[in-house]
């Protein structure tokens, strides 16, 4: 049996603002964030740029204590923290900076700040609330239940969005511990319910295949990748 693994792109839910700030200066930010364990995520930090107005640095802090990144436009950019980089961001209407977070997972969950200080003025925070789901979500090659002509092969492939074991069982006896079930030139005996058990260590999935073995000849239909 054939099938096609489509990608996916999971979406991030976004709440965008413009809020009015100190010194008359408009920000534009995402007050809520969420995303999915494994997506690279960037946080803005832009602010309407103007000419009365010298930025003197952009700090960026998780949960109110921890220093990640600081960016100053003279000296350029420092890292706290290795695993996040800072993009500066500058045009003639905005300036600011942008926070990249790589491959999130759910620790990365919790409140990110940046701080914009300004020259003779004071400086002020606007704040950005990330949520990293967890939940597992899994892209599979083949419907729930099929036929496969007698003497065929057979894959079913079956992946999630995080790292995971996996474990495929037969009458409770264990088949394979691979992202696929393979099956080649089935019989009568191959035919049955197949559970596949995924289990990232804090989660686990149960998802039931079952098949037929058609011992005329039959045309096969390729399911579609779906999301379950």
């Known amino acids: 049996m054939a099938g096609r693994v489509l990608e996916m792109a999971f979406s991030l839910l976004l709440l965008a603002s413009i809020i009015q700030g100190g010194n008359n200066s408009e920000q534009f930010l995402y007050e ?50 290795p695993n996040v980089t800072i993009q500066e961001k500058r045009n003639e209407n905005v300036t600011g900076t942008e926070l990249h977070l790589p491959s999130v997972n759910k620790w990365d969950s919790g409140i990110y700040s940046c701080e914009i200080t300004i020259f003779a003025s004071d400086s002020f925070t606007i704040k950005t609330t990330l949520t990293v789901n967890d939940e597992i979500k899994l892209l599979r090659n083949a419907d729930k239940e099929f036929e496969v002509p007698f003497g065929d092969n057979v894959t079913i492939l079956c992946t999630v969005n995080s790292n995971a074991q996996y474990s495929w069982t037969k009458d409770n006896k264990l088949v394979s511990e691979n992202k696929s079930l393979e099956l080649w030139q089935v019989t009568e005996a191959d035919a049955g319910v197949y559970e596949l058990t995924v289990n990232t260590g804090s989660k686990s999935l149960h998802k039931e ?20």
């Open 32 to 81: 809520t964030l969420e995303a999915e364990v494994g997506q690279n995520i960037i946080i803005p930090c832009v602010m309407k740029d103007g000419a009365d107005r010298k930025i003197v640095s952009f700090k960026w802090m998780k949960n109110g204590g921890t220093n990640l990144a600081i960016y100053n436009p003279i000296h350029g950019q420092y890292l706290y923290w």
């Open 209 to 228: 295949f079952i098949i037929s073995v058609l011992t005329t000849t039959t045309s096969l239909t390729t399911g579609f990748t779906k999301q379950t």
